[in-house]
């Protein structure tokens, strides 16, 4: 059973940039949520998608917006980089909304 | 406000010691789960532990378990016999239902050989 896969790994992108954050969940799993971690904290809870639908969001800007396809593999997108953006953004997904969420290795993102 | 707060910033402990790993939270909500996330430098975060709030019994898994005090809003947990594998951040979590996860600012955990 594959995990969850995120890509790219690392990223370079300069302020006012728009960047596209990939996520394939796991094998079964309906719903996947995002979070950015800043340098030194604990990861804050960006949105969440479920059966295509977003499904909750966390306090971040309009900026930030995501997809998730049929297959339930999900895009984050963020236009109009701020160099506050920097950031490890992690993927998750879950069986449904309630249960258990496993994490992807992250995308590491640099805004210069 | 949710909020979870976790007040060592660093631990230290000798290998094959016991390490225990404070927790505190914020919630008007009786029903909820909590979390102990293992993150090593590989940056991938692993589910240590899991707790029901439902539950009175301290979830254990194997080397780890945790000390669950709901009146007092305190989620423990202790590592025993600690291993150079340990050496990680560790994340307390809080959720409620399908509801966001929301993370403490983290532990970082040395394991002294």
């Known amino acids: 059973e594959t995990g969850v896969t995120q890509s790219p790994t690392h990223l370079i992108k300069t302020r006012g940039q728009q960047v596209t954050l990939r996520c394939s969940s796991q094998s079964g799993h309906n719903t996947v949520s995002w979070y950015q971690q800043a340098l030194g904290q604990g990861p804050q809870f960006i949105f969440q998608y479920y059966r295509e639908e977003e499904n909750g969001r966390g306090n971040f800007p309009p900026r930030f917006s995501g997809l998730q396809f049929p297959n339930y593999s999900s895009e984050l997108n963020v236009n109009a980089l701020e160099l506050d953006d920097s950031a490890l953004y992690l993927c998750?997904?879950?069986?449904?909304?309630?249960?258990?969420?496993?994490f992807g290795p992250g995308t590491r993102l640099t805004v210069l | 406000a949710q909020t979870v707060t976790q007040s060592q910033p660093e631990m230290s402990v000798q290998e094959a010691e016991t390490v225990t790993l404070s927790c505190t939270y914020d919630?008007?909500?009786?029903?909820?789960?909590l979390f102990w996330y293992k993150q090593p430098p590989s940056r991938q975060m692993i589910l240590v532990i899991r707790q029901e709030a439902y539950k009175q019994q301290n979830a254990t898994e194997n080397r780890f378990s945790v000390n669950f005090q709901k009146a007092a809003k305190s989620f423990s947990l202790k590592i025993s016999d600690s291993q150079l594998g340990d050496a990680a951040m560790y994340f307390c979590a809080y959720r409620i239902r399908d509801d966001k996860i929301i993370f403490g600012k983290g532990t970082r955990l040395h394991i002294l050989p």
């Open positions: 998750a997904s879950s069986k449904t909304r309630i249960d258990e969420q496993f």
């Open positions: 919630t008007s909500e009786s029903d909820y789960y």
